[in-house]
């Protein structure tokens, strides 16, 4: 059985983003990018399925600029087959990542598809559910616990007020939620070995997709600066402010 990840290349997630001065987006120039953590937690996953003899291939896609090929070599160091790069310029939103990977998934039949459950530089939560929509597959997102068995996913999900399971004929695509698992380190020797295992590039043109965006930013600002706290002397003294000042009790 194939598993198709995917992973984005974003803002590593220990930079302190900046807005750019003209608002129209943040700071991306000399910023030190990572994969999207999900999708780490989504290779990881597609890893422990492959090693415990339910996947066979495990397939990875990232669609944007030609420096995702790095970001797509660490998926192979985690121990990923294959890579595929659908190679854009342009600024790809939700809906066109989602119909570049459909077109990919036609292309390749993955019985599952795993992504993140978001990006977390525009935090949008849509393209699984896109993809999904697409294809017309079953989804499970915010996958927590995830097992695979006699053509169907049984996968546990994380909602509010507790967990849900339900149980997905393959193909399917799933989500990934924090607590899934821990990825793992990548070791030298196996980015020494990643170096080697095959990486196609694709364009959205030969996949036939229009990867226009749909979607104009108007905007970008930063969020308001937080006020300096005060000190309280006592457990009284913040009732009174609580009451008095705060009025929210
Ligand atoms: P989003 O809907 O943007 O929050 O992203 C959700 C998930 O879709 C991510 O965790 C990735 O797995 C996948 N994804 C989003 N954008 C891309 C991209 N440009 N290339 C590959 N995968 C992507």
């Not at 849900?164 to 030298?188: F, G, M, Q, W």
Request: net charge positive.
């Amino acid at each position: 059985m194939k598993a198709l990840v995917s992973i984005k290349r974003v803002i590593d997630y220990n930079v302190k983003v900046r807005v750019k001065s003209d608002g129209t987006g943040v700071e991306t120039a000399n910023v030190k990018m990572s994969m999207n953590p999900f999708d780490e937690i989504a290779v990881e996953e597609a890893m422990r399925l492959k090693e415990a003899g339910v996947v066979t291939e495990v397939l990875v896609v990232s669609c944007g600029v030609a420096a995702c090929q790095e970001t797509l070599r660490t998926a192979l160091a985690i121990g990923a087959d294959r890579a595929i790069l659908v190679e854009s310029d342009v600024a790809l939103q939700p809906l066109a990542v989602a119909k570049l990977l459909k077109a990919v998934c036609q292309k390749e039949n993955p019985q599952l598809v795993i992504l993140g459950k978001q990006a977390i530089d525009d935090d949008s939560n849509q393209t699984g559910q896109m993809l999904a929509a697409l294809l017309n597959w079953p989804q499970a997102t915010f996958a927590s616990k995830v097992q695979v068995a006699d053509g169907k996913a049984q996968v546990t999900r994380e909602v509010d007020g507790g967990l849900e399971t339900v149980s997905l004929k393959l193909p399917a695509i799933i989500t990934t939620d924090l607590r899934l698992n821990e990825p793992r380190y990548v070791t030298l020797p196996n980015i020494m070995k990643a170096k080697k295992k095959p990486l196609e590039n694709l364009k959205p043109d030969a996949l036939g997709v229009d990867v226009a965006p749909r979607v104009s930013i108007l905007r970008v600002v930063d969020p308001p600066k937080r006020k300096a706290g005060v000190k309280v002397p006592d457990a009284k003294a913040l009732v009174e402010k609580l009451r008095n000042e705060a009025k929210v009790i």
